[in-house]
């Protein structure tokens, strides 16, 4: 079936440094990968979506791939902020979500 | 748009009693998913329905967890009875089919119920 793996976490990285979770799926056919976000005591929100291979999803400074030849939808960021400390979820259209990687960014 | 409209946000109750979880998805949304989620087992997918069918319930952990969507604008999750390990939040979340073949779009999350039983 099809699954989603996701980067353990958490991460801890200071302001303004580079970004990166690494999220690998496995799925029949070519579904729409996703990343979203929560932040403390919230909901999950979408960050940002790519429908098809190649295409890049961007939103808020992140950014992912879809990669078919490497099956990868790694999120990346070039400089964080505080502001980006938050629960980061890597996820396939076929309802499956990865575990979560959790990103602290100190100052 | 109000979004998902989830109530209560906190539910703290006593082993052994009736919960009742409530959702209001977006409207003109067709998909509507019930997840919980803890520290020690993360984000789980207990049921899922399509135009108010249950399409998947194998998320569900035991008899004593019950899903129903009586219409298309609203969705219940009842535990009974309720036990300490079922204490997490629980969120419920709708989306839109997008026209292909693999069904919906993105979701879209309430903002969770908080339960607490002691």
């Known amino acids: 079936g099809d699954s989603v793996t996701q980067m353990e976490g958490p991460v801890t990285l200071s302001e303004e440094a580079f970004l990166t979770i690494n999220c690998t799926y496995t799925a029949t056919g070519y579904p729409s990968l996703f990343w979203y976000v929560q932040y403390p005591g919230e909901g999950l929100q979408l960050l940002l979506k790519a429908t098809k291979a190649d295409d890049k999803g961007s939103n808020k400074g992140f950014e992912a791939t879809y990669r078919k030849e490497t099956t990868s939808f790694h999120l990346e960021k070039g400089s964080v902020q505080v502001s980006d400390s938050a629960v980061y979820f890597c996820a396939s259209q076929k309802v499956t979500f990865g575990t979560g990687t959790k990103l602290q960014v100190i100052p | 748009d109000a979004g998902v409209i989830q109530s209560p946000r906190h539910e703290v109750t006593e082993m052994g009693q009736e919960v009742t979880l409530r959702c209001k998805p977006i409207?003109?949304?067709?998909?509507l998913f019930w997840y919980r989620q803890t520290m020690m087992r993360g984000l789980e997918l207990l049921i899922y329905?399509?135009?108010?069918?249950?399409?998947?319930d194998s998320g569900m952990p035991e008899d004593r967890f019950s899903a129903k969507m009586p219409n298309a604008s609203f969705s219940t999750l009842k535990i009974q009875p309720s036990e300490p390990r079922d204490s997490a939040v629980y969120f419920c979340?709708?989306?839109?089919?997008?026209?292909?073949?693999?069904?919906?779009?993105?979701?879209?999350f309430g903002p969770g119920t908080r339960l607490t039983v002691l």
């Open positions: 979340a709708s989306s839109r089919t997008s026209g292909g073949p693999l069904g919906h779009n993105e979701q879209f």
């Open positions: 329905f399509n135009n108010n069918v249950p399409i998947d």
């Open positions: 409207s003109g949304h067709d998909y």
